[in-house]
């Protein structure tokens, strides 16, 4: 079974939350389970099959630590798609730390006639945060404000 976007859902799973939307993310990388909450992120926002992979911006991003860096990764591609007016389609995190991170992002220019945009997500938040690696599998936890 799969996600909004493809995703199968054993790496993102779609959670309820009174008034937000979650996601519970599984990865056996940490640049895997970065990229995974992004597409997950994605999943609620923009049909992924309506995004051409048609150009690539690079993005780097800090914070204090390894739950505020999620957080800040998903939050700076919220404001590439509402500011810099990029809808990604693909992910691929090419370095993260526990205060860094590098990523390309894979998509296009918004186009409305053509993308088919669904839930208008403007952050991810704190709340309920959570980022762990337990027995070799890193898992994460992110509510969006919607």
């Known amino acids: 079974m799969t996600g909004y976007n493809g995703t199968e859902l054993s790496r ?19 640049p895997e389970l970065f990229e995974a909450a992004a597409e997950g992120m994605f999943g609620f926002i923009v049909d992924s099959d309506s995004v051409a992979s048609r150009a690539w911006v690079e993005r ?9 860096l999620l957080v800040a990764w998903l939050n700076d591609l919220l404001a590439m798609l ?13 370095e993260v730390g526990e205060r860094r991170l590098r990523a390309t992002v894979h998509g296009e220019p918004v186009d409305v006639a053509r993308h088919r945009f669904r839930l208008d997500v403007k952050a991810a938040t704190y709340h309920m945060l959570d980022v762990r690696q337990t027995d070799g599998e890193w898992t994460a936890r992110v509510i969006f404000d919607v």
């Open 60 to 68: 780097r991003v800090e914070a204090d630590d390894l739950p505020g």
């Open 12 to 30: 993102v799973e779609h959670i309820d939350h009174t008034a937000d939307v979650g996601i519970v993310v599984r990865a056996a990388t940490l």
């Open 82 to 94: 509402a500011a810099d007016g990029f809808v990604p389609k693909t992910f691929v995190v090419d």
